[in-house]
């Protein structure tokens, strides 16, 4: 097993910012009231003004504060693994390698903005955060951040996750998080769905509304996002920087990029830092490839146009790929997958044709997964086997072609909690 | 938050034992037919000859084959951490560590020797394994384990833990380990509780039993097991050697040392490289604390004589501080530590009192546990949080005596697979 080091002294001192190198500007967030380019000021209801400055920032590379370094090196500089077994099961001549970030606590990337999110709200003053969750990394990895700054933090989760994963419920209470199922009757936009049916399924886009509805109408309170913003992707690019580094300990580069995407963070955390290289011209050739589910299928089949980011529409509208912010997938156990749009910076850079995509089907995944965890010994989480099937057909292709492709891949997360869903799959019951 | 690292170039080659440092001989273990110390041939029909040999080996160094090491480094060498958090916390003038054995694939230190064993197994022409398992920490080792070595694995798991812990079970068959409910209907030592109540719980003693039969009467099958034995305890020695070079590398000697002891491989992996200098004359004063639960008080309460490993009477009778073969203990949450017996190692240096001993309530663990996650971010697993509560005691007492002292504890495992157990906790409804 070959697992790549890098010392503390090696991680990375800023995130890497992709923005100044897009060839063309991001479209505006709009205000969901007046359809115009949303202010900043506005922004301020829900997030704290550092956090606005990064989202709206070009500069290059921005420096991650001492006390956000100090949490991360908790589990960072993260290993990145050659799958050897994987290979050699495969019998590829491709080299495959892997990030592992199911070594944070929560157990994925999640943290790696939580914990810088948790920072800067408390140096703004802040009390209080809310967010929502689906199957319960984001959430878990928010109640974890928080219990650093002394921060409170309140959780809407999903109803049919918080009555089927009552592990992560859990997790997320012994880190002081509070779990609200969602629909609640705590919020204008959840009592219309809980006044007609207090067991409510609940979805993502309903948990948003809640989430942005307390923090706007909340003085002490603002709302954290795991995913889609600009700011929760610059912190994720310490995945990328770090892997950059090993590779090049390892005197490669990769050939292909691949992550799955639910709303783009944790593919853009590890490919963003590589891609600028195609960006300037200098790997013109590097192929990046987003995964997605065939029962959400974001980029394959959505369209490129302004929606909300939620169901009720709080939120800004943001140009993205969408299936429509009332686009209900079917419950896939990729929760973590299951969203309408995607970041508009993976939109914007999938539309100019620097990344390209594929959609799985969820039986493929959970054979791919089955198979990582009987070679490299990891169970990944749902959404990461969808990373590791495309990974898994890259490194077939090369058997037939020859090719000895460099593949990289991002195990976002392991999957200790989604082990249902394997037994579902061992015992063929998954659909 | 302090890690220390080491390179996969300063992890150790060798194992180390204890035994040429013993201040008298290990009393051997005897047959458990003519009460006469047992012939190693008598051990071939269960253990492969390679083992046999690590078992009764007066040698300091033993090489760890390249194809182990090849396994461990996947996720060894783990970090040493200083517990910085907790200690602000604590208020506490101690300096405190902990190894972090919890980032194994399957959570724990248990991996350590159960790929060692699986590969001597291998070498030695074995084609299936048999064991026991309780809370399933060590069922799920071996069955990553085995899955390296194309070995089949059969896990005879203890009713009731099979009933309350299906996510354990799912990760010993997503690693391709069979697991069975134990008392089982397919061996004799199953059967004769099995057919008077098929819904028998069950218990480690009996589990071994089957476990032991199975190896006894099948030609191409063995049995492993995860604690007790001499060359179980080798194998875990990495984790001392490892947290000796790291405590080096911080310029300290630790002054405390503390494990949780069930059967005490956790325990004795971490201590006995250090124990090597107590027992040289080196290190006079240095304190290493065993912790076990008070519904299991093997050390503190139990009598130092001959006994049985399992129920029935059929492994060969060692020398231990035990509480009878059939003492029967609470069903605690830290499954782990419910043995009623120990190593024989272990006995023997607590008996000549280089090892001191002390017992908690179940309650005052959770509680510590709670402190750890909330400070430290890590869930530890019931098992370990035995020893993290004694770490907190030890810092309690310096912050009161205004002493520096440096303690060092092994956290053997993380407790995602025991959120129910921490939910009682939280809700006041812990036993």
Known sequence: MDRVYLSKEEMPRSWFNIVPYLPEPLDPPLDPETKEPISPEKLLTIFPEPLIEQEVSTQELIEIPEEVMDILSLWRPTPLHRAR?????????AKIFYKNESVSPPGSHKPNTAVAQAYYNKISG???LTTETGAGQWGSALS???????????VYMVRVSYNQKPYRRILMETWKGEVIPSPSPYTNAGRQFYEKDPNHPGSLGIAISEAIEEAATREDTKYSL????NHVLLHQTVIGLEAKKQMEKEGLYPDVIIGAVGGGSNFAGL???????KLIGEKPDLEVVAVEPTACPTLTKGEYRYDYGDTVGLTPLIKMYTLGKDFVPQPIHAGGLRYHGDAPLVCKLYNLGYISAVAYDQRKVFEAGLIFARTEGIVPAPESA???KKAIDEALKCKETGEEKVI???????GYF?????DKFLRGELQ
Chains 1, 2 share one sequence.
């Open 408 to 414: 990289l891949f991002n195990l976002s997360g392991h």
């Open 126 to 128: 802040v009390k209080r």
């Open 85 to 93: 077994k994987l290979e050699e099961y495969l019998q590829t001549p």
């Open 226 to 229: 795991g995913s889609v913003l």
């Open 386 to 388: 969808h990373a590791v």
């Open 144 to 154: 974890f951040a928080t219990q650093y700054f002394d921060l409170e933090c309140r």
């Open 418 to 422: 989604d082990l249902s869903a394997y």
């Open 271 to 277: 490919s963003f830092p590589f891609l600028k290289d």
